[in-house]
């Protein structure tokens, strides 16, 4: 794989870790990266020895969010505007396939994790952070909807009013904030993350397998009565109105030259 890294642990049979593995780029979320992760998670489904999934990053970053130079590539007025709606859809695809896994997952945020990271993370059943991290959701500065059907997860992980707070003003968040409203199972010092991952992931593969998937099940039907199929159904036809708008705006002459 080219964006990922896929990793069973020989300490910890039933262990796995997926690692976001564009460090050069702080792990942004190109199209290849979605493809990957929802290929590996289609392997997980198949996958009866694989119990707990991490997730984390290579490098400084957790993930940069979207890549930027992916959505600008898509903006180009002249593409199949079907091909452009199936690529809109990619994102909900991506965090229903993390958040439909079998396994429990844990987010080992290790660096900074901005707007389709913490939608990811969203999607995850624990999450723990480095100290230093920071989290944002800047797609309000950005001009690019907010989509992957984040917002329905982020109110049911932070709550309606925190939610709005965050998606309105694009501030940043630390993980003491996160800690405080309960997005954060842990913060940990920085170079205590893997180990406090692992501890964790010991201690859940220490539980009889059946009451532990039994238990996984339970709490994602719950958590998906929060987050029906298709709440914001109209999510990637936003997403691919905004780029056909904004490639016609890109190729409208200004005002002065008509
Ligand atoms: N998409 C594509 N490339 C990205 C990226 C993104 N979202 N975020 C970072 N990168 C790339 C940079 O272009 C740079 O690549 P280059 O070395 O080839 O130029 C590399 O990652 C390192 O980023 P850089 O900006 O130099 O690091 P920094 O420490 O100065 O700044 C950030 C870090 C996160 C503040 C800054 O990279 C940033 O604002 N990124 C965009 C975040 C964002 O808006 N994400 C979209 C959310 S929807």
Known sequence: MDTLKFETDAELPGLATITLNRPDKLNAINSRMHAELQEVCAQLRNDSRTRVVIFTGAGRAFSAGADLKDIASLK???????????????????????????????????????????VFLSAMDLRLAAES??????????????????????????????????????????????????????????DALEKAARALAAKLLSKDPLSLALTKSTTRALANLMVPDEPTHSDREYLMFARLLAARKDSTPPASSQ
């Not at 990619?90 to 990271?117: K, R």
């Not at 709005?164 to 010092?189: I, P, Y």
Request: charged letters at 20%; zero cysteines.
């Open 76 to 118: 180009t007025a002249d593409s199949n505007p079907l091909e452009l709606r199936r690529l809109a859809g990619t994102g909900n695809q991506t965090s229903a396939a993390i958040e439909a896994l079998d396994q429990v997952t844990i987010g080992a945020v290790n660096g900074l994790a901005i707007g389709g990271a913490i």
């Open 133 to 190: 991290v920071w989290f944002s959701i800047p797609e309000i500065d950005l001009d690019i909807p907010l989509t992957w059907n984040a917002l329905p997860r982020l109110m049911r992980e932070l709550g309606p009013a925190r939610t709005k707070e965050l998606v309105m003003t694009g501030e940043r968040f630390s993980v003491h904030d996160a800690l405080r409203w309960g997005f954060l199972n842990q913060v940990t010092a920085d």
